[in-house]
């Protein structure tokens, strides 16, 4: 069974940074697609970015130029460097490995930006 464990969040002041990781219990390089999504309270939850398997990339337009998604196969862990925080940003942050027709979600880790 694929595990996935997000790290990294906490509490920031508007316009700082953090970085979530999520470890994979497995090779990072079986999933198709990786990503974090994100759900604040009240909303449903959202795509933020995602990578594929080779390589390319997307963002959501609430993040374009603010966050970076990257990966290390070596450590079979998916980062998300998230800058210029905004308190838009507060939510539960997840990961999702998708190893088409199956995805695999992680806990969360809370991101709390404070105004």
């Known amino acids: 069974q694929v595990q996935l464990v997000e790290s990294g969040g906490g509490f920031v002041q508007a316009g700082g940074s953090l970085r979530l990781s999520c470890a994979a219990s497995?090779?990072?390089?079986?999933?198709?697609?990786m990503g974090w999504h994100r759900q604040a309270p009240g909303k449903e939850r959202e795509l933020v970015a995602r990578i594929t398997r080779g390589g390319i990339v997307s963002y959501a337009d609430s993040v374009k130029g603010r966050f970076t998604i990257s990966r290390d196969s070596v450590k079979n862990t998916l980062y998300l460097q998230m800058g210029s925080l905004k308190p838009e940003d507060t939510a539960v942050y997840y990961c999702r490995g998708l190893n088409i027709p199956y995805a695999y979600w992680g806990k969360g880790t809370q991101v709390t930006v404070s105004s």
């Open positions: 497995g090779s990072i390089n079986n999933f198709d697609v």
